[in-house]
C-alpha cells in the first residue's frame, strides 16, 4: 500500500503507537531536506522575499506559517502540505493574537490590573476560540517579561513590574488558550515570550542589549516563564537581545541548561521574528550558517522567518557539523505537538465557522467584563464620581474620545479593522436623552513613525497643521465652556506603545496637558479617562484634576466599560500592576527595590534627586474604590517557625462605605538579613474580594518555602534561610498594617 497517498504519511501512522510512537514513526521516514523544512518558519505574508511559501512548502520546507490570517488560504496552504509534501506533514499556523481576535479584550497590562487571574484566563479562552475558529493553531502568547521600566513600549503586553502577579497571569493566559486538552478545537497552543529579560533593556530602549545578574533573572524575571512551564505551556520564543552579551536566541544557558533540564520544559523554542539570522548584525555570529549552527546548539528549534536553518541545516549535517540526533531532538518537539493538537486527523478548518463563533454574545459580554475589572480609579476628590445618569449637558473632550484605535489598543492581529466602542459611544449609550457635546483637540502623533504604521489598514491622515491644531484647541475649549460638566478623554494612541514604541518621556503626548489645563481653568467638574498602555506622569492631574480613570487600552467593549464606571453601575477595583513614576526620567522605577544605608523611608533621605521626589506617583498595587475598606485583624499562625515550615497569615476586610465593591487585599514581606540583601517589600500573596456595604471577609494566605526561598548570590542556589521577617497585609504596597516572625534553622 502506498502509505504516501493524499493523506499523507502522518494519518498513516495508526493512533494507537501512542504520541511519541507516531512521532518516532514520521521521524523514521523523513528526509534530511524534510527535517529541517518542520524547523522553519515561513512568511505568509507578501512583505518578505524569498521563495513563495507554496513552493516551500510542496517540498516539505515548512513546519509553521505566521503573519497570514486568512482561512481560506490556510486551507489552500494546508491542502498543499499534506497533499503535496512528501510525507503530508500538516502546517502549523501562527499568529500574534495577544489580547483577543476578532473580540478585543483589554491589553495584558490592563488584565494584570484586574488582579483577578480567571479575567486573563476567560479573555485568552475567548481569544483561543476565535482564533481557533479562523484556522490559527498557535499564538505567540502570553508575554511574561517582567517590565520595571516604564519608558519601555511593550509594558503594555506583560503583567507590569511583580514577578508574583506576573507568574499569576502567565498561568492564568496559557489555560485559557490551551485548556486542558491541546486536541480541544476551540484552543490554541500558547507560547511564553521573550525569553528572558527583555523587559530589562537598557534605558527602556527596545531592543538594547540587557544586563541581568543572574540572582535578578531567578527571583525577577523567571518566575513567570516557569509557572507558564508549570501550567503546560506548549512553546517558547527566545527574546531578541543580547542578555549579558549573549544573544537570547544563541543562550544555551537559558534554552539549555535553565528551560530544559532545570524546569523540564518538553515543548519547543521559536525564536523572534528574523533573530536567528540577526546573530549577525548583533556581531556574534560570523555568517547565517554560523548562526544557524549556533541556535540549534543553543536548543533552538524553530527559526522565525530568517531564513537561516533552511539555507544551512542541511549542510552542517551534510558535512558533519551537526549530527542527525541533534537535528532530530529538534524536530520531535514540533511533530509531537502536531499530534496531540489533532491536526494530522483535523488539517482544515471550516471556513464558515469563524463568524458564527464572533457573533457569540457572551464574548462581548466578557470582554465588557474584563474592561470593567481592569480599570483603576486614581482620584475621586469630593466623591464627584459616579455621575449622575441625569446629567443633561456633558462634553466629551480629547483625541483618544472617539479613536477605535486608542480603544482597542496596541497589537491587533494582522488584518484586523478597529471595531471598538469608544468613551463617547459608551457615554452617548449611557445617556440616551442628554446633549453630549464632543471635540477631539488638537491630534495626537509620535515624532517619529513606527516602522508598523505602514502595515495598518486604512487610510493615513495627513499630519494637522499648526493652524488646524490651533482651531481644533479653541473649538475643544469652546465646547466645554457650553457643557454643565466634562470627560476629557487622554493618553496615547495605539502605535505609542508597544514593539518598537519605547519613549524618553512619561508625558501626555502633544499638546494634551495644555488642553487640560486650559479645559480646567474654565471651572467646571472635570473626570479625566486615560486610554494608554503604560505609567504616564500625570503630575498636573494627579493634584488638580478631581476624578482620574485609567482605562488602559480597554477593548472591543472599552466605552462601554468606562460609561459603567463613570456612571456607578461599575464599583472600580482594579489597582495598579506598575507603580507611576513622576518622570522618565525616575525610570526604572518598583516597589521591590532592596534597602539602602539612607532609606528613603527616613524623612532625612527621603529622595534621591533634589529636583523631585523620587517616590512613585502612585504605587503598585494602588486603586480606589466608590465604596470604602477597613482591613485589620492581622494574624500570623506561628511568631516562630522551623525552615521548611509554613506561616499562615490571616486578616480581615471590611466593606465600611455605602456601596458593594471590590478590594484587593495584598501580602507583602521582607527579610530582615540573610545572605544576600532582599527587597525591602516583595507581593507573595493577593486576593480581590467583593464585598457588601458592612460585609467582613477573611483572607488566607500561606508563607511556605516557594514564598520565603531566594535566589542567592552568594550561595549561588536556591535558599531558605533563619531570619527574622516582616508581614504587610493591605491595599498597596505602601500598606502599614504590620506584623512580624522569625524563621530559625
Ligand atoms: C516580533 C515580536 O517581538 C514578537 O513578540 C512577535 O511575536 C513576533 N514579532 C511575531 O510577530
Redesign the pocket.
Known sequence: MNTMDKTGIGAAVPPETGVAGRVAALLARMSLAEKVGQLAQISGADFMPGPKAEELIRKGGAGSV??LNDTRRFNELQKIAVEESPLGIPLLFAL?VIHGYRTIFPAPLAMAASWDPAVAEEAQAVAAKEARAAGIHWT?GP?VDIARDARWGRVVEGAGEDPYLGAAMAAAQVRGFQGTDLADPERVAACA??FAGYGAADGGRDYDPVYLPEAHLRNVYFPPFQAAVEAGVSTF?SA?MDLNNVPATGNRWLLRDVLREEWGFEGFVVS??LAVGNLVIQGYARDKRDAARRALEAGLNMD?ASGAYLENLVDLVQDGTLSMDQLDEMVRPILTLKVRMGLFEHPYTDETRLEKVVALPEHREAARRAAQRSMVLLRNEGGILPLSKDLENVAVIGPLADSMEATEGSWMVFGHEPAAVTVLQGIRAKLPGAKIAYAPGPEIRRDIPSPFDEMHAGTKKPVQTPEAAEEAFRTAVETARGADLVIMVLGENANMAG?FASRGSLDLPGQQEALLKAVSALGKPVALVLLNGRPLSINWAAAHVPAILEAWEPGTEGGHAVADILFGDVNPGGKLPVCFPRSGSHAPLYYARTLTHAPETSPMYRSRYWDSPTTPLYPFGFGLSYTTFAIADLNLSAQQVQVGDTVTVTASVTNTGQVAGDEVVQLYIHQRWGSDSRPMRELKGFERVTLQPGETKTVVFHLGPDELKYWSTQANGWIQEAAAFDVWVGADALATLHAEFEVVG
Open positions: 505566521l503573519w500574534d505567540f508575554m515570550k521573550h520564543m531578541y523572534d521574528a522565525m514593539e
